[in-house]
């Protein structure tokens, strides 16, 4: 199963984590990734002026927003399974 964590402190919630979040969520739900991804939500991932970031099995992937975060899915997590 890989881990996907989503920063949503302080910094990455101005940056847009909540759109992010709704983003790979969708994304999650329309692949049927259920029993092949977790995703979770974290707060400070000691990255901030780098944000939003997201923490893929222990590998941050700095500077997603909603312009990108579709890209990133397909790319970091969909194509790997």
């Known amino acids: 199963m890989k881990n996907v964590s989503i920063c949503v402190g302080s910094s990455c919630h101005l940056k847009g984590a909540a759109e992010v979040v709704d983003i790979f969520k969708n994304l999650h739900k329309k692949l049927g990734l ?42 970091k997590i969909s194509e790997c399974l």
């Open 34 to 75: 259920d029993n092949k991804v977790e995703l979770s939500a974290s707060f400070c991932q000691g990255n901030c002026t780098n944000g939003v970031n997201v923490v893929i099995d222990g590998k941050i992937i700095p500077d997603v927003g909603p312009e990108n975060a579709e890209k990133i899915f397909r790319e």
